[in-house]
């Protein structure tokens, strides 16, 4: 996970590095937090069967469709032209509590956590001086992780209050279960409401390119109980869709 964060980072930073050298007065840093919703198959289907497979739990695993991120990026835009780089984090959390008949208590929080870095392309429709309305589309490139951790939900906010929910891990007591990759594309509506410093508001929709299968995060939650289902029921895309505000300050 170091290395696979680091190499996000080079490529952001490529990127900043990209975008002031193409345009010198119209670039941007963008500082946004992300809400919204999705549809992650595989994940539910995963905790629908650790559901299941515990039926002594008295709070289930329940994959919910909110989800919730901080971004950062540079915009880079002439007078129709919009380009933007962003490093962008989705996450959503599952929280399960019980005691089974043998007297072992289980109180545990899984994050199912979506990073990625986005290249995006698109033209402005209104373009005034202190009102701007585009759309936008291009490239995601995307990693999905399952994480587990012993923290309670004060602890981990008070963790994330100074880390970028993109880049770190929730905290010391977490542990990954497994990483998935894949391509994914997105398109947004930005709209800008200021001059050189602006609120942006972006609402998006983000698909990926084929369904990712969580087969193996199974194997890691239920390691001693052989699934009923097959490896297919585990797959499934990773779309989400939501609402990105954004402080975006020219550089």
């Known amino acids: 996970m170091k290395i696979q964060r680091t190499l996000l980072g080079f490529v952001f930073f490529l990127a900043v590095i990209s975008a002031r050298a193409q345009v010198n007065d119209g670039a941007s840093l963008n500082i946004g937090f992300a809400i919204g919703s999705g549809e992650w198959t595989g994940y539910k289907n995963l905790f629908s069967e650790f559901n299941e497979l515990r039926p002594w739990l008295t ?3 329940d994959v919910i469709p ?3 991120g901080a971004s950062i990026g540079i915009g880079v835009s002439s007078e129709r032209l919009i380009l933007q ?3 962008s984090g989705f996450k ?3 929280h399960v509590e019980g005691t089974d008949s043998a007297g072992n208590t289980l109180d545990l929080s899984y994050i199912i956590k979506n990073r990625g870095f986005e290249l995006m392309m698109g033209t402005y429709l209104v ?3 202190k009102f701007r309305f585009g759309i936008i589309g291009g490239l995601t490139i995307n990693s999905v992780v399952l994480r587990s951790t012993t923290e309670s939900a004060a602890e ?3 963790a994330t209050a100074w880390r970028m929910l ?3 891990p929730f905290g010391q007591t977490t542990s990954g279960i497994q990483d998935h990759f894949y391509l994914g594309g997105k398109v947004a509506l930005p709209i800008a409401i200021g001059q050189s410093k602006a609120i942006c508001i972006e609402p998006f929709y983000a698909l990926s390119f084929w369904k990712v299968s969580v087969a193996d995060d199974r194997e890691s939650l239920n390691p001693n109980n052989p699934s009923t289902y097959s490896k297919d029921y585990f ?3 990773i779309n989400s869709w939501g609402v990105r505000a954004s402080f975006c300050f020219g550089l």
């Open 59 to 61: 709070q289930k695993a």
């Open 66 to 68: 909110r989800r919730y």
């Open 85 to 87: 780089y962003n490093l």
């Open 92 to 94: 959503t959390n599952v």
């Open 127 to 129: 373009n005034s001086e």
């Open 156 to 158: 981990r906010a008070a």
């Open 166 to 168: 993109f880049l770190i």
């Open 235 to 237: 797959k499934g895309g």
